[in-house]
């Protein structure tokens, strides 16, 4: 066995095959849509080749609210950040240290996760539903019938009422992440804490997240990279509506390339979205290596 | 610390299972229209000549409780028993992912020998590839006879027939008459009444008018019948034509009459987080009085599990007083249609196979009350069919013109304007004024 991974032709014959499944559906179609960007086309005719005009219709003479797309996935990024990978660092660090029902509370928080995400979003929109949704009913029941609303439907609410669920469903996920990596730091040096008198707070700052951070940097970039590419939630609660109020880069994809049959224009954006991925984990690949 | 890691890479090995079975549940109506096909087929094929032609035919029809579903199952079983030597073998899957299918198939060159899509704005790229066969010369043997007047108007471009439609889709209003009856309120025949009506149902806590904006086409009815209304028929086909502007007075009145119906209160306050299915689900519980649709709601009225079966009527859109559009003009047309491949290897037969399937789908649809005759009707049993179609065909016996839903008539990125506009409309985000310039502005870009 030692051998045979030993041999560098070996190995790379073992690779071959998911290099070309790879190549074949994630490179070779971004390179695609690289070349489709720069047509006017309408996904069925013959397209026109218009060089960079599409990009400058998406950054300098936009007039579909591109703009305001992007603004919305980076607050999501930012609430991924600031809220989502909090929550779950805690919930990690809790669960970590052996507490009852460990097991049980884990599967629990996991749970949103192994569901598919049209569950989810169904699930979202019967608790969002103005007429007999579980928020607007509760709400009513402990006598705040003011604050009862359209949820979906009103513009100044939308966009917070459809990332909370996202936020919600990848909780589970990165607090696996940092659950796991918690687990595996060396129970020698809670031991030595424990003689010297640290407290199981002074634990969890000053050995367990220093111990873990190349995996909260890790979940940083899944969230990060995850907000920024968000579709499926939105598309099912809202659409990009009510009046664009929720759009992202994504569903406005979606809708230029299907509902308006502008597939150039549309591959435009997917380029700008593949991009605007690989500059942000390269600029917190930069953060981070600066930190440590 | 094995131990754990083995736990976490089989809960990610059971999510990616999970995510796959939901994969499949979503495939699932399509992979079963097809297996009612192929068993249908085996058993003719089993019993005829050798070599036949098997036509492949794809289509939207695939909700097995459809009435479309219904009368294109039985009229397609019965092409394949009567015409061994040209079977059809179909494939269906429902709407929007139909849509993304057949575009991505004909862009692709890889469009079955038939196929199901909506006529107008929606084929014309497909028209304009050269995907689709020419049908004039198939039609002089005496089908165009047969056909009722311009049901061929939107499968027509640049003068040449390219599809035949199976039925006739309109816009009507429903009323709920138990409702209306309960409160003491007339059913509204002017604009004024529906406003009056709106503003009685809203003070009894009633939804006077249900709307599924979530989705836009359904709040865009009610700005195109207002246009018709305030423009007429003709006055619609040229502004959408381009031959005439939108930033003209009726275009205007249409959408100041739409945010008085707004400020009356007339729509459910849920209409911008509620798509077409809540919208049909509040008017077949009975939550709402009115809901303008197409006539395939009397399908979803009629339906045993509704709770308005036999309460609802139809009546065509109110008139307004000072207008040039009549009471006779009606939002709809001809619209779902069979096209045949311009790349088929089998013309003759795939031509005779759209005839036959859609005259009779015409008949079928309309004994079934799930659709309304564009064909001349022949051999129905007129005892069966349901009061609510009844109602609707004898609407539109005296109709004077029709107006295609405006996002079909309208391409791609127009008709998503469009229907953005009016959806700012129904939000009071914009003037009537800045509507008309706006909407004008499709017509006079490049």
């Known amino acids: 066995m030692d051998r045979v991974f030993g041999d560098k032709k070996a190995i790379s014959l073992f690779v071959l095959p998911t290099l070309i ?155 696996l992440l940092m659950y796991a990596s918690a687990k595996s730091v060396s129970e020698e040096i809670y031991e030595a804490a424990r003689i010297d008198g640290a407290s199981s707070f002074t634990t969890a700052v000053r050995i367990t997240i220093p111990m873990i951070m190349p995996m909260i940097e890790v979940c940083i970039t899944f969230a990060v990279i995850g907000s920024l590419k968000i579709f499926d939630l939105v598309w099912i609660l809202t659409r990009g509506g009510p009046l664009h109020a929720t759009e992202v880069p994504s569903t406005l994809m979606y809708n230029t390339i299907f509902n308006q049959y502008q597939y150039g224009y549309g591959s435009s954006i997917s380029i700008f979205i593949i991009a605007e991925c690989l500059i942000f984990t390269l600029i917190l690949q930069r953060v981070f290596k600066s930190k440590s | 610390m094995n131990k754990l890691l083995m736990k976490a890479i089989s809960l990610s090995v059971a999510m990616v299972f999970v995510l796959s079975l939901a994969a499949c549940g979503t495939s699932n109506p399509s992979s079963t229209a097809t297996t009612v096909s192929e068993t249908s087929e085996a058993t003719v094929t089993a019993t005829v000549t050798p070599k036949p032609v098997t036509l492949t035919l794809w289509h939207q029809w695939a909700a097995p409780n459809d009435g479309n579903t219904k009368s294109f199952r039985a009229v397609l079983d019965a092409w394949n028993q009567k015409n061994p030597s040209s079977n059809i073998e179909d494939d269906g899957i429902d709407g929007e992912s139909y849509k993304t299918k057949i575009k991505t198939a004909i862009a692709a060159n890889e469009a079955p020998d038939i196929f199901y899509s909506w006529g107008a704005g929606f084929s014309k790229p497909f028209i304009a590839a050269n995907a689709v066969l020419p049908l004039d010369e198939y039609l002089k043997d005496g089908t165009s006879d047969k056909l009722l007047g311009g049901a061929l108007a939107n499968v027509t471009y640049n003068g040449k027939v390219y599809g035949l439609p199976t039925s006739l889709s309109v816009a009507s209003l429903y009323c709920n008459k138990e409702l209306f009856d309960k409160n003491g309120i007339k059913i509204p025949t002017t604009f004024d009444e529906l406003i009056d009506a709106a503003k009685a149902f809203s003070a009894k806590g009633i939804i006077p008018i249900d709307v599924g904006e979530k989705d836009l086409w359904p709040g865009m009815y009610w700005y195109d019948i207002l246009a018709l209304r305030t423009a007429g028929a003709q006055g619609c086909q040229d502004a959408l034509n381009k031959t005439a502007s939108f930033d003209a007075q009726p275009f205007k009145d249409a959408a100041a009459k739409l945010q008085d119906l707004v400020n009356a209160k007339a729509f459910n306050d849920s209409l911008f987080s509620n798509g077409y299915n809540e919208m049909i689900a509040d008017f077949t519980l009975g939550k709402a009085a009115m809901c303008y649709q197409g006539n395939w709601l009397g399908g979803s009225c009629e339906d045993d599990k509704s709770l308005v079966k036999g309460k609802v009527v139809v009546v065509p859109f109110p008139t307004l007083n000072d207008d040039k559009g009549s009471a006779d003009e009606f939002f709809g047309g001809a619209i779902d249609a069979l096209w045949v491949s311009a790349k088929t290897e089998n013309k003759d037969q795939a031509v005779a196979a759209v005839k036959f399937l859609t005259e009779n789908m015409s008949n079928k649809l309309y004994e079934a009350g799930a659709g309304l005759p564009c064909w001349k009707v022949t051999g129905v049993d007129e005892s069966k069919i349901s009061p609510l179609t009844k109602q609707t065909v004898d609407m539109i016996k005296n109709s004077k013109g029709y107006v295609m839903w405006w996002d079909i008539f309208l391409e791609g990125k127009d008709a998503d304007t469009h229907k953005n506009l009016v959806a700012q409309l129904f939000a009071g985000k914009i003037t009537p004024d800045a509507y008309a310039k706006e909407m004008q502005k499709l017509n006079v870009k490049q």
Do not use: C
């Open chain 1, 21 to 175: 499944l790879f190549v074949a559906i994630i490179i070779a179609p971004i390179f695609l849509s690289g070349y489709y960007s720069l047509l006017k086309w309408d996904g069925i005719g013959k397209g026109v080749f218009i060089g960079i005009k599409n990009y400058r219709d998406l950054f300098i003479n936009n007039s579909d609210g591109f703009g305001k797309s992007v603004g919305n996935s980076i607050i999501l990024a930012l609430l991924s950040i600031f809220i989502q990978l909090p929550v779950a660092l805690i919930l990690a660090l809790v669960l970590a240290r052996g507490m009852k029902g460990e097991g049980f509370y884990r599967t629990v928080y996991f749970i949103p996760v192994i569901m598919s995400t049209v569950v989810i979003g169904q699930l979202w929109l019967k608790i969002y539903n103005p007429d007999y949704g579980l928020l607007n009913s509760l709400l009513k029941g402990i006598g705040l019938k003011s604050l009862a609303s359209d949820w979906l439907g009103d513009t100044n609410k939308a966009l917070i009422s459809v990332f909370i669920p996202i936020i919600w469903q990848y909780t589970g996920y990165h607090m």
